[in-house]
C-alpha cells in the first residue's frame, strides 16, 4: 500500500498533523520520518504500529531510501535557516527520484519577494522550494502558512515579563497580522492530506480569521490580565540596543526584529480565507490563547 509520509514529527506542527489524522482512524497507510533510529519518541511511533522511517534532510540518499513506496509527502519546512535551502533542495529532488506522487509543503504567507525585503533571508527559500516544488513534475499543495498565534509570548512577552514591565515592547507599529494557532494549521493540513485530490496543484494560504494589530491584542491582554498594559513600538534600532542591555541573544533579537518589521511593514496582513474555507469554520479566537497563556 501506497503510504502517506508526515515530517517533522518531532516538532508540535508535525506531531498536529499526525495526531489529527490518527484522531480521524486514518492510520493504515501512514508513515513517519524523524533522523533518531533510537530514543523514546522513535519507540514510541513502533508502538503505535506506525511505518517509522529514518532520514535526515541533509542526506539525499537516506530521503530517497526513506520515500520509498510514498504516495503523499507532507514536508514541514526545515527550522534551521541557515542550512534550509539545500536541505529543501535534497527533500524535492529525493522526493522525485523515489517516486513520491504529492507534496504538501509547509511555506509562508507574504505580499512581497526580493532581496530588498527584510524578510528575504526567511522567504527566499520558501520561494525557491515552491519553484523546485513546481518544477519537479510532481503534483503539490503549497501551504502559506501566516505566522503562529503560539508564538504570541515570543513577541509580546512571557507572562512574568509582561507582570513587571506592563508595557508590550515590539517594532511592529500598527501593522496587521492574520496570526494563526497551530493546532487550526495541523487541522487543516490533516483535512488535505486525507483527501488530497481536490487540492492538486494549488496555493492556499492559511491565515487565521482575525487580522490585528499588537495594539489591539495588547487591549485584549489588558482584559485578560485585568490590568491595563501599554503597547510601545520603538525603531529597530532602539528595539535592538534595548534587548541587548538585557542580555537577549543575538539571534533571538534578530528573529524578533525581523518578523516584526515584516508585520510592521503588512506583510502578515492576509486576508484570504483558505483556511476557513478547509476547516469549515473560523479559526481559534485570539482571546482563548490569551487566556490559556496567560491567564
Known amino acids: 500500500m501506497r503510504e502517506t509520509l508526515i ?3 518531532t516538532g508540535q506542527l508535525g506531531r498536529g498533523v499526525l495526531e489529527a489524522l490518527q ?25 503505535q504500529q506506525l511505518d517509522v522511517r529514518i532520514a535526515d534532510y541533509a542526506d539525499r540518499a537516506a530521503l530517497e531510501k526513506a520515500f520509498a513506496g510514498i504516495a503523499v509527502l507532507y514536508f514541514v519546512s526545515s527550522s534551521d535557516i541557515e542550512h534550509r535551502l539545500p536541505q529543501h533542495e ?18 509562508s504567507v507574504r505580499k512581497t519577494e526580493g532581496p530588498e525585503t527584510v524578510l528575504h533571508p ?7 522550494t515552491e519553484e523546485w516544488i513546481r518544477e519537479s513534475g510532481l503534483t503539490y499543495t503549497i501551504l502559506r502558512h501566516n505566522l503562529y498565534a503560539d508564538l504570541l509570548p515570543f513577541f509580546m512577552g512571557a507572562p512574568e515579563q509582561l507582570l513587571n514591565t506592563d508595557t508590550v515592547y515590539l517594532p511592529a507599529g500598527a501593522g496587521r497580522v492574520a496570526l494563526v ?3 487550526d494549521l ?21 491565515n487565521g480569521s482575525e487580522n490585528v494589530t499588537f495594539g489591539e ?4 491582554l489588558s482584559g485578560v490580565l485585568g490590568r491595563e498594559l501599554d503597547y510601545v513600538s520603538p525603531s529597530r534600532e532602539e528595539f535592538r540596543e534595548t534587548l541587548r542591555g538585557h542580555g537577549v541573544p543575538d539571534g533571538a533579537i ?12 503588512g506583510e502578515f496582513s492576509g486576508s484570504t480565507t483558505d483556511l476557513e474555507k478547509v476547516l469549515g469554520r473560523r479559526s481559534r479566537p485570539l482571546r482563548s490563547l490569551l487566556h490559556e497563556v496567560y491567564g
Not at 493504515?28 to 523514546?40: M, Q, Y
Not at 535534497?90 to 511555506?107: D, K, P, Q
Not at 486525507?194 to 487540492?199: K, L, R, T
Open 7 to 9: 515530517t517533522g514529527v
Open 23 to 47: 484522531a480521524r482512524n486514518v492510520t493504515d497507510s501512514l508513515a513517519v520520518l524523524t533522523r533518531h533510529p533510537e530514543g523514546d519518541t522513535t519507540e514510541g511511533f513502533r508502538e
Open 90 to 107: 535534497n527533500v524535492v529532488a529525493a522526493a522525485r527520484a523515489a517516486g513520491v506522487e504529492h507534496i504538501l509543503y509547509t511555506s
Open 122 to 128: 526567511v522567504i527566499e527559500a520558501h520561494r525557491q
Open 181 to 183: 494557532p497551530r493546532d
Open 186 to 206: 495541523a487541522e487543516a493540513a490533516a483535512t488535505i492530506l486525507a483527501d488530497p485530490a481536490p487540492y492538486r496543484n494549488r496555493i492556499l494560504e492559511f
Open 217 to 220: 491584542l495588547t487591549e485584549q
Open 254 to 265: 534578530w528573529m524578533t526584529d525581523v518578523f516584526a518589521t515584516g508585520i510592521a511593514d
